[in-house]
C-alpha cells in the first residue's frame, strides 16, 4: 500500500482517514491513510521526516495550512491565491508541491450535490481568515453577479477585495462589516470561526428571504448556530460544511491518484456516522 496522511494538531477528531478509507476502498485504490499529529513546533520536521521514509501525499489542516504554502518548494496557481495549502505530494523530481482543494470542495458541494447556481448570483461571505481566503478564487471563477466580503475587521475584508480584484473579472466585489449589508442575497456563506465560540457575526436579518441559501463551512452533528438562526429568520434552505470537507478529500484523492472518487456515497457514511 502506498501512504498518505492528515497533518494537523489537534489530530484526534479528523475524518480524513475515514474519508479517504472509503475512497480507496470503493475505487480498488492501494491508499492507507492515517493520521498525524505535529508537534507545534514542529511541523515542517514531520513533513521532511513522512516523506523521507515513502509517503506519497499529506492533507495539512489546522493549524499548519499557511506553513504547508510556505514549505512547498512549488505550488499550484489555486494554492498560490489561497496563501495556504491543504495537500502536499513531491513531483517527479522530489520537490514538494502544494495545492489548495478546499475552494474546488465547496464549489463541487455547492453547485452539484446541492444544485445551486452560483453564475449571476449575488453572494455574501461572511469572515476574511485564512478559510475565506482559500475559497474565494474557486468561487469567483463561478461568475457570480456580485461578491460582498463582510468580516468583524472590516480592513481584512478590503484586504482580501483587493487582492482578487483581478480575478474578480465581471463581479462586482466589495468588502464591508458585518452590519453593513441591507437587502437580500441569493448565496450566503459563513466563513467565519464565530460558532466556535457560540457567536454569531451581527448581519441584518433581511440578508435572508426563502430563497436565499445558507451555507456554513463548519460542520458539525447538530444543525450550527449560524444555520440556525438563519432557519430563525426565514432560511428554507440550509447547508453545513460535511459536503465541502468530503469533496475537498475527493479532489485531493484526485490529485494524488489520478482517479475521482464518488462522493454522494461517503456523504451518506459520514452523515449517518
Ligand atoms: P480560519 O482559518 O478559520 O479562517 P482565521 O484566519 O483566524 O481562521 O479567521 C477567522 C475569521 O472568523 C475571521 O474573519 C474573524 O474575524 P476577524 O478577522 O475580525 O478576526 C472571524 N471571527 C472569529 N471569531 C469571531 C466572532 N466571535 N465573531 C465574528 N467573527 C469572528
Not at 96 to 118: E, S, Y
Not at 123 to 151: C, E, F, H, Y
Not at 155 to 181: M, N, R, V, Y
Given at each position: ?99 489548495n482543494t478546499d475552494g474546488q ?23 476574511a481568515g485564512g478559510a475565506v ?141
Amino acid at each position: 500500500n502506498e501512504l498518505y496522511a492528515v497533518v494537523g494538531h489537534p489530530i484526534n477528531h479528523s475524518k480524513s482517514p475515514r474519508i479517504h478509507s472509503l475512497f480507496a476502498k470503493q475505487t480498488g485504490e492501494p491508499v492507507e491513510y492515517t493520521a498525524i499529529q505535529a508537534p507545534l513546533d514542529g511541523f515542517a520536521n514531520t513533513v521532511r521526516q513522512f516523506f523521507e521514509s515513502g509517503g506519497k501525499g499529506l492533507n495539512v489542516t489546522v493549524p499548519f495550512k499557511e506553513q504547508a504554502w510556505e514549505l512547498a518548494d512549488q505550488r499550484t496557481a489555486r494554492a498560490e491565491k489561497a496563501g495556504a495549502a491543504n495537500t502536499l505530494y513531491q513531483n517527479s523530481e522530489g520537490r514538494l508541491v502544494a495545492d489548495n482543494t478546499d475552494g474546488q470542495g465547496l464549489v463541487q458541494d455547492l453547485t452539484v450535490n446541492h444544485g445551486i447556481q452560483l453564475k449571476g448570483a449575488n453572494i455574501l461571505v461572511l469572515g476574511a481568515g485564512g478559510a475565506v481566503r482559500g475559497v474565494l478564487g474557486p468561487l469567483l471563477a463561478q461568475k457570480p453577479a456580485s461578491m460582498t466580503i463582510a468580516n468583524r475587521t472590516v480592513a481584512k475584508a478590503e484586504a482580501l477585495a483587493t487582492l482578487f480584484a483581478e480575478d474578480a473579472g465581471a463581479t462586482i466585489l466589495s468588502a464591508c462589516g458585518f452590519e453593513a449589508p441591507d437587502q437580500p442575497f441569493d448565496v450566503i456563506i459563513n466563513g467565519t470561526s464565530a460558532s466556535l465560540q457560540g457567536d454569531l457575526p451581527p448581519v441584518r436579518t433581511n440578508v435572508i428571504t426563502a430563497g436565499t441559501v445558507v451555507y456554513d463551512m463548519m460542520y458539525s452533528l447538530q444543525t450550527t448556530t449560524f444555520n440556525q438562526w438563519a432557519l430563525d429568520n426565514g432560511a428554507v434552505r440550509v447547508f453545513d460544511g460535511l459536503g465541502m470537507l468530503i469533496e475537498q478529500a475527493a479532489e485531493s484523492f484526485r490529485v494524488w491518484r489520478g482517479v475521482q472518487p464518488d462522493t454522494a456515497s461517503v456523504i451518506d457514511v459520514l452523515r449517518n456516522d
